[in-house]
């Protein structure tokens, strides 16, 4: 059985909510920004962004927004996609398991 819209929502939030009261949110931000940090990733998108401010004409932040941001969710390394989800998986899993 599919659930509504309203209902992924109302889950998305609770899910939310319950990783931010224990912590679990922070770490997990911390620990994507690190390993996004290692991998090169953070950097690689710096660069991508002041190239193309380099040859932008006039400059505009919101277009250099636009065009960062599909390579960006596209760029993820798949071992750091990999790792964040289980440990969202395990969290919810925990929480809801109760």
């Known amino acids: 059985m599919s659930k509504s819209t309203s209902e992924v929502e109302t889950l998305y ?13 922070d770490r997990i931000l911390h620990l994507l920004s ?3 940090s290692e991998s090169g990733w953070t950097d690689d998108l710096l660069h991508r962004a002041k190239e193309n401010s380099r040859t932008m004409d006039p ?6 927004l636009q065009e960062l ?21 395990q969290f919810v899993k ?3 398991e109760k």
């Open 13 to 25: 939030a609770e899910v939310h909510r319950r990783m931010i009261e224990n912590g679990e949110w």
């Open 69 to 89: 941001l599909s390579h960006a969710q596209t760029s993820v390394p798949l071992s750091v996609k990999r790792e964040i989800t289980t440990l969202i998986k």
């Open 34 to 36: 690190s390993k996004l």
């Open 59 to 64: 400059l505009s932040l919101q277009t250099i």
């Open 94 to 96: 925990e929480q809801f």
